[in-house]
């Protein structure tokens, strides 16, 4: 008696030509969306570090009543080194020489030219380029006027492109 294995290893074309084909597809879903995730990451980033600095802004302000300073605030990079690096100079109360503290713990680095998802300074006015369109969203410490400091860091960009950093 003569037994005969039939033994097949290895998968056929079609088998082969099916899994490229849905790999394909899996590819074309996943990579779209893993862009626009990142886009969002800029974005909420970005959220963050505005949230960051009004409450920042808002403290020092509240630190400077406290002491009697009533100087204003008028530069979040006083050094030029970054865009949130340390507050203007404060009035010096008490014989004390004027002082300036920090805005963040960590320093937020300029664009570089042609730069995105990032931002510009030129006190009172900080700009933040969005990373999708490129567009400049501007952000100010000056009340509307444009004359006097208000302590607070308003968005004076569009509505649309405000309403998506601050909301």
Same mark, same amino acid.
């Given at each position: 008696?003569?037994?005969t294995?039939?033994?097949?290893?290895?998968?056929?074309?079609l088998?082969?030509i099916?899994?490229?084909?849905?790999? @394909?597809?899996?590819?074309g879903?996943a990579?779209?969306?893993?862009?626009?995730?990142r886009?969002?990451?800029?974005?909420?980033k970005?959220?963050s570090?505005?949230a960051?600095v009004r409450?920042?802004?808002s403290?020092?302000r509240?630190l400077r009543?406290?002491r009697g300073d009533? $100087?204003p605030i008028t530069?979040l990079n006083?050094d030029g080194?970054?865009?949130f690096t340390?507050? +203007?100079l404060?009035? @010096?109360v008490?014989?004390n020489?004027?002082?300036?503290?920090?805005v963040?713990g960590? $320093?937020?680095?300029?664009c570089?030219p042609?730069g995105?998802?990032c931002?510009?300074?030129a006190?009172p006015v900080?700009?933040y380029?969005?990373p999708i +369109?490129?567009?400049?969203? $501007?952000?100010?410490?000056?009340?509307?006027n444009g004359?006097?400091?208000? @302590?607070?860091?308003?968005?004076?960009? +569009?509505?649309?492109d405000?309403r998506?950093?601050t909301?």
């Amino acid at each position: 008696m003569k037994k005969t294995l039939n033994m097949s290893s290895g998968f056929t074309l079609l088998e082969v030509i099916f899994v490229i084909v849905i790999i @394909g597809i899996l590819a074309g879903v996943a990579i779209p969306k893993l862009a626009a995730t990142r886009d969002d990451a800029e974005i909420a980033k970005a959220k963050s570090t505005i949230a960051s600095v009004r409450a920042a802004l808002s403290t020092e302000r509240q630190l400077r009543v406290l002491r009697g300073d009533f $100087t204003p605030i008028t530069s979040l990079n006083a050094d030029g080194l970054g865009a949130f690096t340390v507050f +203007s100079l404060d009035g @010096g109360v008490g014989g004390n020489p004027p002082v300036s503290r920090p805005v963040l713990g960590n $320093t937020v680095p300029i664009c570089a030219p042609g730069g995105r998802a990032c931002w510009n300074a030129a006190a009172p006015v900080y700009t933040y380029v969005l990373p999708i +369109s490129g567009n400049r969203v $501007t952000f100010s410490i000056q009340d509307a006027n444009g004359i006097t400091y208000s @302590g607070q860091f308003r968005c004076t960009g +569009s509505a649309d492109d405000c309403r998506l950093l601050t909301q």
